[in-house]
């Protein structure tokens, strides 16, 4: 009953390698996100699909390309993978409940580590 | 764009104490303050949020104080017990009831409660 998950946990790869980190969530959610993590705990936002349409996209490498085939699932695909893209990646999910509550349900993240 | 400054980095407590951590924040035009909990090889968690519409919020042994004028925000925590442990990261947005919220989150507290 995993609300947001996240696939997988650890990543271990090469330089240069192309990988995919897969999301889903199960709370009936209309918008999701992908933040990066950096060794320092620094969260930052990477890109946001609401509805499957991509609304936040960040001054990120086009090397980092999301995909989200139905509103509950957004996927991370990163081309040619660089030493600096080592970093914990968390999805996070949300829905508009109110005017003042949007809380944002993230995954249990992915620790990607390039060698 | 907007910048989230947080302090301390580090704070330790004795168990029982009062904890405080403070955000600042650069862009006069936000209004949405969430306070999210990440312990430790966990997913951030959201404890409190508040709107720049009301001055303080609480929820048990936790409150949110919020001053405008000086873009100042606020998380208190009494009683502190072992388990508040953490890392706690404030955030600032604009966000006006839209489906999606861009979050810039401020550096992390990593807060410690020694029995």
């Known amino acids: 009953d995993t609300a947001v998950s996240q696939t997988p946990k650890y990543l271990v790869t090469q330089m240069g390698n192309d990988k995919s980190i897969k999301c889903e969530q199960n709370l009936g959610h209309d918008t999701m996100y992908w933040y990066k993590q950096d060794s320092k705990k620094f969260l930052k936002i990477m890109f946001s699909y609401n509805n499957k349409e991509l609304i936040i996209n960040e001054t990120v490498p086009n090397r980092f390309s999301p995909k989200s085939p139905d509103k509950a699932h957004l996927n991370l695909h990163i081309n040619s993978l660089e030493l600096g893209d080592s970093a914990v990646y968390f999805c996070a999910s949300s829905q508009v409940r109110t005017f003042t509550y949007n809380e944002q349900f993230f995954g249990p993240g992915t620790r990607l580590t390039v060698l | 764009g907007e910048n989230v400054e947080q302090h301390p980095s580090t704070l330790s407590v004795q168990e029982g104490d009062s904890a405080v951590i403070k955000c600042t924040y650069s862009?006069?035009?936000?209004?949405?303050f969430p306070w999210y909990k990440q312990e430790l090889g966990k997913r951030p968690q959201l404890i409190i949020d508040?709107?720049?519409?009301?001055g303080e919020k609480k929820d048990q042994r936790i409150a949110v104080t919020l001053n405008k004028t000086a873009k100042h925000f606020s998380l208190h925590i009494t009683e502190t017990q072992p388990e508040d442990s953490a890392v706690y990261f404030c955030a600032a947005s604009i966000w006006n009831g839209g489906a999606t919220n861009k979050l810039i989150f401020g550096t992390g507290t990593l807060l410690a409660v020694q029995p």
């Open positions: 862009d006069s035009a936000s209004n949405y």
């Open positions: 508040i709107r720049s519409n009301v």
